[in-house]
């Protein structure tokens, strides 16, 4: 079975850094689009970062120059780190993974979240 585990959220003050990590086990034979969302208390989720298996890269126009994506390939593990954090950035951070399980299809795939708090 395919889990995506999210982890390094927090408590942080503001203008601080945080790098989440997000490992996926299982039976995974090939991993395609990664990325991070997050959601808000009273709001929908919303789109963080992207990353493609080439490693291409997509940011909400909020994030950019703020937060950076990347992936390890060999470990099968994202990260985000984020830096100059507001309290606004405050939510739930997802983990998304579209990949294919070892004699199955495509699919998308979700970690639990992890909370990450922006507060002095």
């Known amino acids: 079975q395919v889990q995506l585990v999210e982890s390094g959220g927090g408590l942080v003050q503001p203008g601080g850094s945080l790098r989440l990590s997000c490992a996926a086990s299982?039976?995974?034979?090939?991993?395609?689009?990664m990325g991070w969302y997050r959601q808000a208390p009273g709001k929908q989720r919303e789109l963080v970062a992207t990353?493609?298996?080439?490693?291409?890269?997509n940011y909400a126009d909020s994030m950019k120059g703020r937060f950076t994506i990347s992936r390890d390939n060999a470990k099968n593990t994202l990260y985000l780190q984020m830096n100059t954090l507001k309290p606004e950035d405050t939510a739930v951070y997802y983990c998304?993974?579209?990949?294919?399980?070892?004699?199955?299809?495509?699919?998308?795939?979700w970690g639990q979240g992890t909370q990450v708090t922006v507060s002095s």
């Open positions: 299982g039976n995974i034979f090939s991993i395609n689009a």
């Open positions: 998304y993974a579209r990949l294919m399980p070892y004699g199955s299809s495509w699919s998308d795939y």
């Open positions: 990353i493609t298996s080439g490693g291409s890269t």
